[in-house]
């Protein structure tokens, strides 16, 4: 298997994984079996991987009760979805104890939908060096996915820390015929949800070459 998995806790339950290939690819996704866990336990994702990897996953576990991705920053989950919206972007520790934890960071988040011709942009930016993920509470994330137009695809794009391309995948990934996260390395955007039969498969790189230029003035 090209992802190796590893489930343990009580309370909470910690997923982690290991990449086993030297180079992970987009055409392994569909061989990738993440293991069944208990969605009334809240879950942490931990490991070393691609935006399109954890995107992939937090879709296949956005049904859990509370979902956050490990940030070593903080030596704990932080939350990306909850029944409550408070707890976006809250820590969430391995005995299942919920903070507000702060790293010292001053950045901001930008996010928008950008509407091109064929699809549609998730454009997320950190506006400074880094950012505290409780920012994400600052976020209007119903506004953001109503504005999606369910009949065009959803790409991921920007640089940003993987609890935010995580909270991304979780409100939008369900939303459009298909979602895909843009790879500039790859020269393309990996799909990692399809919601019709018309759609790219999962792990198809959809090939195209964006470029944002932002106006400073």
Not at 5 to 11: P, R
Request: aromatic letters at 8%.
């Amino acid at each position: 298997m090209p992802v190796e998995f590893s489930l343990s806790g009580d309370k909470v339950q910690l997923l982690e994984f290991i990449i086993r290939k030297e180079v992970l690819e987009p055409k392994d996704l569909p061989l990738i079996k993440p293991p069944d866990v208990d969605p009334s336990k809240p879950l942490i994702i931990s490991g070393r991987g691609p935006h399109w990897l954890y995107q992939f996953l937090v879709h296949r576990y956005h049904f859990c009760r509370i979902l956050a991705t490990f940030e070593p920053r903080m030596g704990k989950g932080v939350i990306v979805e909850s029944p409550s919206s408070e707890e976006i972007g809250m820590s969430l520790d391995t005995d299942g104890k919920i903070s507000e934890q702060r790293i010292g960071a001053e950045g901001s988040l930008y996010l928008d939908i950008l509407k091109l011709s064929n699809f549609q942009l998730a454009y997320v930016k950190v506006e400074g060096s880094f950012a505290e993920p409780l920012k994400m509470r600052e976020v209007e994330w119903n506004k953001l996915r109503d504005s999606v137009d369910q009949e065009k695809p959803v790409i991921f794009y920007g640089m940003a820390p993987i609890w935010l391309g995580a909270r991304t995948a979780a409100v939008l990934s369900n939303v459009p015929c298909w979602y895909a996260v843009y790879d500039p390395r790859i020269g393309g955007a990996v799909v990692t949800a399809r919601h019709s039969p018309k759609a790219p498969d999962v792990g198809s790189v959809v090939r195209t070459e964006l470029k944002i230029v932002e106006n400073k003035e």
